[in-house]
Each structure stands twice: as structure tokens, then as C-alpha cells.
């Protein structure tokens, strides 16, 4: 191991572990425990017998050299398996853990192996080695990490990761500081990370799917956001990561100076982030979706990065504005330790992105500050799923930013928004990539020109070689790859290409394991499925997810098939969805779930049940017998103008002795999460009496006769005053009330009533039945009041702005819903069909 600190780019480390000669051999834990201490003679090696062995505490160290380093290891790697509670501290210089199996246990405090003694006894130019730690976990809610580096020069490298479903990173790169230290003052870490296998870390709590919120469940992390502003000089190069699935972020970079290099990552949840930190080198990683409906590519935050010759295919995370094939994030306006900095001057050059969703994320999390001085040169992005560019209403990245070169396309629009429809440097045309012999898409003979151009990239260095580590000789094409009959260097990995070299680990038990659908994305056409007209493959682009393919159900049609089972097991369904689309189960003893739900756009949803004694079942996607249809109403959610498609009802004269009763008019606060929509405000403008109901009112048409239906609306109270509204429908005319109800804010509050995805909105809903009417008048009035006698100046005088506030009521999300026959013309289509079993419903 050489003392030398790896540089950017430096990241071709040898692919060969230590021969392990001990000098003398334990058959029990206990005297390994007491022959080791912390001042091991140079030169060393204690071993472990062959054989299964019940907990392990070590702490082992002393000053080794780089020729005669201090072993702990496994007599012959891969033939000690320890379970149980598992401590290992390493410190001094020069020490080295190899070759053991920790398994079925868990750590023996919050670290199970750490490269420190205690506070300020770090362990430098330290090794682990051909470790296995498979399934070591704590109990309920505690934190663990299963490998903290604290000390400098540290290799962790052919080692197999698999099976952590406690909080926690995995694996961390410490760079704690005190509290007050200058971060550029503390330690530089070198890690290097290397020719390790990460897999099956699984969501929290036995759940299929994590959720958004979920957090310190990544894989790799290096750094702290208290420290970020500090150099690691850290790599983390040819590791392989499968379903990784516990949070966000599969790599999650907090600090300066890093690489990221030729590391394959499969089948996870997330993507690999610069969360914090400057000038991350990201390149030549291979990252694929698999189908992983929320599967991510590259999310970059900070400045200084350079971006290159990675490939990412099938990114899934759809409803997000933080995550797609490549995230351009915004910034905080004053970004705390914990908020996000600014992203510029950053290279993002030669990079492919395949069927992906948000392919290119422009404005990432739409935060007060724009991405600015990128240099988005010559990438391809090809058949994106939805708009090619998102999160556009604010353009392309700002001040000197250079885009150049960049060839891009997809079948559902340039952008997300309708004012940005072409941007200079982007050509929007067919690359016509092929999949190569290897599973990758590279340009074809039916390509057309895909020249790179030259650009300034500022400061940054010209891109020499592509994704396979071949030269960029002559004329290099755009995107990742440029075709060489030179070897390739860098390429795919897979799990035999990692971990130890001596053995071949045990597998995890596995946490959320895919049970085989045959053809399950359609690629193959009706291929496996068996399909009842007039169900169909529609090979349509406006009805296709990805890859040109998806099955479509109409009137009584349906596509169905079996699937095996493991009896007593929780299972989740799921299958990305358009229009009224129903995901069933049968199970073989004729037991049936189901659930509907109806969309205007493609939209991930999921079917839970339990397999009880079954071991095998039928799916199917349909639509339903019945279901819940929606009656149209305008401007439901106040995207657009309060007096859009809604009338509005002030109570107001023609001057201010009567005017002065009610207002209507429009707010930012919103029910849902969309960023675009609003809300209406009612309530006072200067004074109010009995006579003081403002309000709004919509005409809908659409009702079924003789039905039951059921009216819903959002209300937020924001300055605290309980106010309160009725809402109901009458007839068209609004001569006769058909239903109506008051409620107040604070009862829906504190009676459980369902809460909005944000600013805490509260529902309320009343039922009818619609008798003979086939449309009616929706609407909404505050209910009139007295002011309490501080807020009463009488008028016409005036209410001071902020009185007047106090009784501000606001609306959103009007919905009107009852239940039948799917209309004549409903249509659903279904992609990417995934049933997983996991531990918890």
C-alpha cells in the first residue's frame, strides 16, 4: 500500500489481495481476543482457525510497516464464519483485517468494524481486506455502521457487503470535526474503496419500497454535511451495488475532492449524489435501472465536478423533482451545512442516458437559485420516457454556461414547459443507438452524424477516452462511447468480477427479492401473457412507456399471467399504469385482491396481499367492473386563477359603506405536492355581519342519475382563527340546496380527518345522492360572523391587513366522485410489471 494520496483520476489499484502467512493459529475466539493487542509487533500475523465461531471483540494495532504490516486474519480466508456480537477496532499504522465471515449476528456497539482505538487513536494506511459481512443487524430502531474509516491512507477493498436493513451508511468516511474547527484544517482522509460487492441493503421496516423520506440507509458515504467545505481525497472505484434500496442515495459524496469511478450499480433505489461537497470526479460508471421503478442515475450539487463518460439506462424515479438521469439541482438562497449549495462550474460532457424518465433535470428540487456556469457538452440522451428536459419553466442553467454538441430524443416533447421548446447546443433528433453484444447501447450503422463539437469547458481538461477506457483518437463521437477496436478497460461489472479472491461468499437471505414475470415489461410483445380481446400490445407512442411497447386493456378485455409462490409471504404488485387501470391478484384457493385508481399520465401504483397457504397465483391488469369516475370540475386544484371556470360571490356594493363584506382571490398555498397549483382565500376585506358570506361556485355536468355521490374539498386555516365554510351542491340554477354541510377547520384537524400531501390542508366531504339531476351547482361559502370586538372598527372603517387576515379561510382540491361503470371509451395501459416479497405489509 503506498503512502502517496491518490489524485483525481488515480484510480487503477491493484486487483490482487495479501497471501496470508500466520504466525500463529487460534482455535477459539476468546484467545485470539487476548493474544491480540495494540501493539503488535511489525510483522504479525494472528489467524483463526478453520470453523464456525460465536462473537468476536477485537482491538489490534501497533506500528506496522508497509512491507511487514500487522494481520488479523482468517487461517484460510473464507473458511471462518463468526456470528453472533462482532466489535472490531483497528489503530496505529499498517494494520490489516482479512478474510473472515461475519454472519447472522450483529455489531457489538454502533460500529462493527472501525479504524480507531478511541478518540484521536486512528488507525493510517490501514487495510480490510476479504471481508464478508452478510445479514449483521441491530435490533429495532438503533443505528449501526458496519465499516467506519476514521484514519487516513485506508484501503477497503474486495470485500462483500449484504443484507443491512438498520439505519445507518453502511459504509462511512469519517470527517467528524469539533465543534468550531475550520473543516479545511482537519484531516485528509485517501480512502480508497475498491473491488467490493454492496447488496441487498433493503428499506426500512420490512416495506417493499422506501420511502422518500427515508435517510441514512446509503451504501457509501463519505464525509459529514458539517465538514463538507473539507477535502477528502477519497475514491470509490470498481465496486458493484445491487438492490440497493434503502434510501435515495446508492453513494453520497459530503465532501471535497473525490472520485467516483467505474462502478456498476443494478436494480437500486437512487442514485449517486454529490450531496455536498466540490470538484467530485463522477466517470465511467454503468448504472442501470433494471426496471426498478425508482432507479436513478446522477443528482449533482456543489461546483467544481466533472461529469464524463457515464452511462445510465432505465432511470424510474418519475414522480420527483431530485432524481432522473442526470439532476442538475438548484440551490438554497443561504444554504445551511444541511441545505444545498450552489451548483456551478461543472463539466458534464460525453455522458449517455437511455430510456430513462427526467433524463436531463434541469432545476432540480426547484429551489431559490438556478443551476449556473455548466458546460453541458456533447452527452446523448435517447428514447426518453416523458419530456426529455424537466423542471424547465426557468430555462437552461445560467450566467456563462456553455451547452454544445448535446444530440437528444424522446417521443413526448423537448421539455416539461411549453415555453421552452428548442435550446441552441441540443439537436433533437433519432441517435438510433443499438444494444451491443454486451448488453449496451452504442451507436449504430443507421446512426446519423454524431460528431462531437468543440466547446469551452473552461478550466476543465479535454475528455481523452470513453466509457471503455478506449482513446478518443481523431474525431470522437458524442455520449459515452466512441467506437475503437481497442481493448476495453472499464466495462460493466458484475458480482464475480468483486469482492474476495480467495472464496466465494455465502448470499443474504435477501430482504425484498423480484419473483419472475415472464416478459414483463412487453418487450417481447404478448409473449407469456395470455390476452382476452379486446386487450391488447400497443406499440402506439402515446400510449407506450418505454422501450415502444405496453399492454393495453379496453371494455372487458384483460392480459393475465400465473406466477410462483412462497406460501405465508408478503408480496407488493405493482406495474407502471395510464388511465383507469386495475392491478388483481388471484391466488390458486380463488382468494382475490385488487385495486383501481385513475391517472392521466403513466403513474407507478402497487397491490399489496399476503399469499397465505397459496404457492402460485394469477396477475392480471384490467379495468374494473366498477370504479370510482370522476366528474369533471374546472380549475379543480386553482392551477390557473381563482375566477377561472369558478364564479366568484364578494357580497360587495358600490362603495365602501357596502362594499366592504367579503373577498375572494387566490393563494400559494396548495393541498397537493405540485408546484404549479394553488389554492383560493376567503374571507373579509374590511368589515363583516351576517350578511358577509363570500364565496365561489362552479356549474359540472357529468352526474349519474338516481346515484350516490361524494363531494370533497381541501381547507387550511393559516393564521389560526377558527373559521369555517359551508360547501355543498344545490341545483343548476342554485335556486335549491341539494346537500351541504359547515365544518370548521379544528374539527377536521383533531377528528382524524385525512391531511393533505402539504400545508397541512385537512378534507371534508358529505355525501348525496344526485336524484334526477344531471348536472348542479358546486360551491363553497364562508360561513358569516361577528368579529371578536378588537378586530370590530365598524364600518366603513377600514380593518387593518393583518385583522383582516386573521379570518382568511383557504380551499383547494375540490373533487366530486361516485361509483360505476367504467365509461364506453376507458382505456388502461400497463408497463413494467414487479412483484417483490418482503418482510412487512
Request: glycine share 10%; hydrophobic share 35%.
Amino acid at each position: 500500500m503506498s503512502g502517496t494520496a491518490p489524485i483525481a483520476g488515480d484510480f487503477s489499484y491493484e486487483d490482487s489481495v495479501p497471501e496470508v502467512n500466520c504466525s500463529q493459529v487460534f482455535t477459539s475466539a476468546s484467545e485470539l481476543e487476548d493474544a491480540a493487542n495494540t501493539a503488535m509487533t511489525a510483522g504479525t500475523t494472528l489467524c483463526l482457525a478453520d470453523g464456525n465461531y460465536s462473537g468476536l471483540e477485537l482491538a489490534f494495532g501497533g506500528n506496522g510497516t508497509a512491507d511487514s504490516p500487522i494481520t488479523i486474519a482468517a487461517e484460510n480466508p473464507g473458511a471462518v464464519t463468526v456470528s453472533g456480537e462482532i466489535r472490531v477496532k483497528m489503530g496505529g499504522s499498517y494494520a490489516v483485517l482479512q478474510g473472515f465471515i461475519f454472519k447472522d449476528g450483529a455489531p457489538g456497539s454502533s460500529e462493527l468494524i472501525s479504524t480507531r482505538l478511541g478518540s484521536g487513536e486512528l488507525c493510517n494506511h490501514c487495510r480490510i481486506t476479504e471481508v464478508s459481512i452478510i445479514d449483521m443487524n441491530v435490533d429495532g430502531d438503533d443505528t449501526s455502521k458496519w465499516v467506519y474509516d476514521y484514519g487516513a491512507y485506508t484501503r477497503i477493498d474486495h470485500n462483500w457487503f449484504a443484507g443491512k436493513t438498520s439505519r445507518g451508511a453502511l459504509l462511512v468516511v469519517d470527517r467528524w470535526i469539533p465543534d468550531g474547527t475550520d473543516p479545511t484544517s482537519a484531516q485528509i482522509d485517501y480512502a480508497k474503496i475498491d473491488h467490493n460487492y454492496f447488496g441487498d441493503r433493503a428499506p426500512t421496516e420490512g416495506k417493499a419500497y422506501a420511502d422518500s423520506g427515508d435517510n441514512e440507509y446509503e451504501a457509501v458515504r463519505i464525509g459529514l454535511s458539517t465538514s463538507h467545505t473539507g477535502d477528502s481525497f477519497s475514491v470509490v472505484a470498481h465496486n458493484y451495488f445491487e438492490r440497493i434500496e434503502g434510501e435515495a442515495e446508492v453513494i453520497s459524496n459530503k465532501a471535497g475532492n473525490n472520485s467516483i469511478v467505474h462502478n456498476t450499480i443494478r436494480d437500486s433505489y437512487g442514485s449517486i449524489t454529490t450531496r455536498h461537497g466540490a470538484n467530485t470526479t463522477i466517470t465511467n460508471n454503468f448504472i442501470f435501472g433494471d426496471d426498478h421503478p425508482f432507479a436513478g442515475g446522477l443528482r449533482i450539487i456543489d461546483g467544481g465536478h466533472t461529469v464524463t463518460n457515464n452511462y445510465i439506462e432505465g432511470a424510474r424515479y418519475k414522480n420527483t423533482t431530485h432524481h432522473g438521469g442526470i439532476v442538475l439541482m438548484g440551490s438554497d438562497s443561504s444554504p445551511s451545512d444541511s441545505g444545498y449549495q450552489q451548483l456551478e462550474n461543472v463539466l458534464v460532457a460525453h455522458n449517455t442516458v437511455v430510456d430513462s424518465v427526467n433524463s436531463l433535470n434541469v432545476d432540480g428540487g426547484k429551489k431559490s437559485n438556478n443551476p449556473r456556469d455548466v458546460f453541458l457538452v456533447n452527452n446523448i440522451i435517447d428514447n426518453a420516457i416523458g419530456p426529455i428536459i424537466t423542471q424547465a419553466a426557468d430555462g437552461m442553467p445560467g450566467g456563462s454556461s456553455v451547452i454544445a454538441g448535446n444530440i437528444v430524443y424522446g417521443t413526448d416533447g423537448f421539455s416539461d414547459d411549453s415555453g421552452l421548446t428548442s435550446v441552441a447546443g441540443i439537436t433533437e433528433v433519432d441517435a438510433q443507438l443499438e444494444k451491443g453484444a454486451d448488453g449496451l447501447w452504442r451507436p449504430s450503422a443507421n446512426s446519423p452524424n454524431l460528431d462531437a463539437v468543440a466547446a469551452d469547458t473552461g478550466n476543465f481538461a479535454a475528455v481523452s477516452s470513453d466509457m471503455d477506457g478506449q482513446a478518443r483518437a481523431g474525431t470522437t463521437l458524442a455520449g459515452a462511447d466512441h467506437p475503437s477496436s481497442d481493448a476495453a478497460t472499464s466495462f460493466p461489472l458484475t458480482s464475480e468480477m468483486v469482492g474476495p479472491k480467495s472464496y466465494t461468499p455465502p448470499k443474504s437471505k435477501g430482504y425484498v427479492v423480484k419473483v419472475p414475470i415472464a416478459n414483463h415489461d412487453f418487450d417481447s410483445a404478448a409473449s407469456s401473457w395470455d390476452f382476452i380481446a379486446p386487450a391488447s400490445v400497443t406499440t402506439d407512442d402515446a400510449e407506450t412507456f418505454s422501450r415502444g411497447s405496453s399492454a393495453k386493456a379496453e371494455g372487458n378485455g384483460w392480459f393475465s399471467q400465473e406466477v410462483t409462490l412462497a406460501e405465508n409471504t408478503n408480496y407488493t404488485l405493482s406495474a407502471f399504469v395510464l388511465g383507469l387501470g386495475q392491478l388483481a391478484v388471484t391466488l390458486d384457493d380463488g382468494t382475490q385482491f385488487d385495486k383501481t385508481e385513475d391517472s392521466s399520465e403513466f403513474e407507478f401504483r402497487t397491490l399489496s396481499f399476503n399469499s397465505g397457504a397459496n404457492t402460485s397465483a394469477t396477475i392480471f391488469g384490467r379495468l374494473p367492473e366498477t370504479a370510482t369516475i370522476s366528474v369533471d370540475i374546472e380549475n379543480t386544484n386553482f392551477d390557473d386563477d381563482v375566477d377561472n371556470g369558478w364564479s366568484i360571490i364578494e357580497n360587495s356594493g358600490d362603495d365602501k359603506e357596502t362594499q366592504g363584506l367579503g373577498d375572494v382571490g387566490d393563494s400559494s398555498n396548495n393541498a397537493s405536492s405540485d408546484d404549479s397549483s394553488g389554492s383560493a382565500k376567503i374571507g373579509y376585506r374590511y368589515a363583516a355581519d351576517s350578511g358577509s358570506t363570500p364565496g365561489l361556485y362552479q356549474v359540472v355536468d357529468g352526474l349519474a342519475p338516481n346515484t350516490e355521490h361524494t363531494l370533497s374539498v381541501y381547507l387550511l386555516v393559516k393564521d389560526g382563527y377558527d373559521s369555517s365554510v359551508t360547501f355543498g351542491v344545490k341545483d343548476e340554477a342554485g335556486a335549491s340546496t341539494i346537500a351541504s354541510k359547515s365544518v370548521d377547520y379544528d374539527t377536521l384537524k383533531n377528528g382524524g380527518a385525512p391531511e393533505s400531501a402539504e400545508d397541512n390542508y385537512y378534507q371534508a366531504s358529505l355525501s348525496f345522492n344526485s336524484g334526477s339531476n344531471g348536472s348542479v351547482r358546486v360551491y363553497a361559502e364562508y360561513d358569516a360572523r361577528e368579529l371578536a370586538p378588537e378586530h370590530n372598527p365598524g364600518v366603513p372603517n377600514e380593518m387593518s391587513s393583518d385583522d383582516r387576515k386573521i379570518y382568511e379561510l383557504r380551499i383547494d382540491d375540490f373533487a366530486l366522485e361516485f361509483q360505476g361503470a367504467p365509461p364506453a371509451n376507458a382505456t388502461a395501459v400497463f408497463d413494467s410489471f414487479r412483484l417483490v416479497s418482503h418482510e412487512s405489509m
